[in-house]
């Protein structure tokens, strides 16, 4: 195995376990955002499913979403098991790395996206209906789109779209997936008179666990130890930076205090956002990608939430679904051959083709992702019932879904 | 014998027990809880979520008092809870009818201090 390279292995390695750490940290961000007797059923639903996907990812979805082409579409089954996916490197995707590794840094990615969708359902559905929900969705949602964008092959791109490291796979995906939830589930009972974060602290250290990981998330998927990764590292960290900033000073402006939880919300918008264009700009187009990124999605969260009504309970939707597509877009005006010759131009360095280009992605992924997850919903609705029934509701997902308290308050 | 009940700002707690102190009174039991007078509270924004002002966090001191000394016991309270601003809280003074002390199994007067 003489193209092994140990730096880009080591480095991979490392990149592979930072994005497993942000699933618990979605954990404790999600958890300290809802009520105290709900926060065990989030992290529960986060952390089963690094359980649960991780197995489906090594016995058919890799080989949906990355295996052999059938029709731009699908990977299929050839690679089932990890037929075929062994140490030594696979050229079309990582030549210097082992496939193994390629595929458990993809494993990653796979495991998180269905727990973003969390944040839309949260505090009313059932865990039987959660945990089918959440792998057939792996499995006809999450495995083709990664085929599309990212496979070998896959018809997105084909046609040229750019998602350096997840916007339109991992965000508009579970965002769209989570507007559908929300719609499909229906509000909380209460809503919108609703209890406030029993944690923040939680949810701060969740985020800081997220910015941390995120550096594995979008420098890793350079899928090497060098200039790209350490370009998207930096447009990471900027975008965060010049978001956290953002919305911290539209709170400021508009309710007169910053809080510490429009601070944080506007880092994960930054980064939600940078995400597909983390390896292709340049650091001051991650800042202006970072500033619009929380501004946008402060608009969407604060402001337009409240007047359409729709219960996103923490802003699956308004965050992930709204940053990615936003990601997405401004990938098509600030990328440039300079930081990455193997992406393209977008139309602040002379090409609006590739502004198209991205538009077309962010549509497929966007009305595929919603279609199949409302349908994919409504068939479990009728199988097992989705939501809790509304005594179970008020009582807590803690007790009567896992039959545990959080918090031992008294004795 | 007497049952008092005060409810003051969690940041004149030890200036209370101070002041209960001198006066030798040392048996009590403080807690948490949330509570509001007049007063409506502050806005708290979290996001969407907006709270207009329901209950603040206040701390409550309960001690159970011979009647010859209730007054020294509310005054000594109420020197160390005031501070002339909304919000410095109450004092409840309720009957009680018997306490006991579980070690020993005394009752009224001896098993109040």
Redesign the interface.
Known sequence: MTSVNTGDTSWMIISTALVMLMTPGLAFFYGG?VRRKNVLSIMMQCLLLVGVISIQWVLFGYSLAFGPDHGGLIGGLSWAGLNGVGLAPNPDYAATIPHQLFMVFQMMFAIITPALIVGAFAERMKFGAFLIFSVLWATIVYDPVAHWVWGVGGILRQLGALDFAGGTVVHINAGMAGLAAALVIGRRKGY?D?S??HN?PFAILGAALLWFGWFGFNAGSALSSGGLAVSAFLATHMAAAAAAVAWAAL?WLT?K?P?A??LI?GAVAGLVAVTPASGYVTPLGAMGIGALAGLVCYVS??LV??RLGYDDSL?AFGMHGVGGMLGALLTGLWATKVINPAGADGAFHGDIKQLLLQFIAVVAVAAYSFVLSWGLLKLVDKLVGLRVSEQNENIGLDLTQHSESAYTLVG | MKYIIAIIQPDRLDEVIAALSEEEINLMTVSDVMGRGRQKGVAEVYRSHVERGGLLHKIKIEIAVSDSRVWETVDAITRGAHTGNIGDGKIFVLELEECLRIRTGETGAAALA
């Open positions: 955002l919108p609703t406030p974060p923040l709170d309710s205090r809080t939880l429009g919300s969260v604060v939430k409240n802003d």
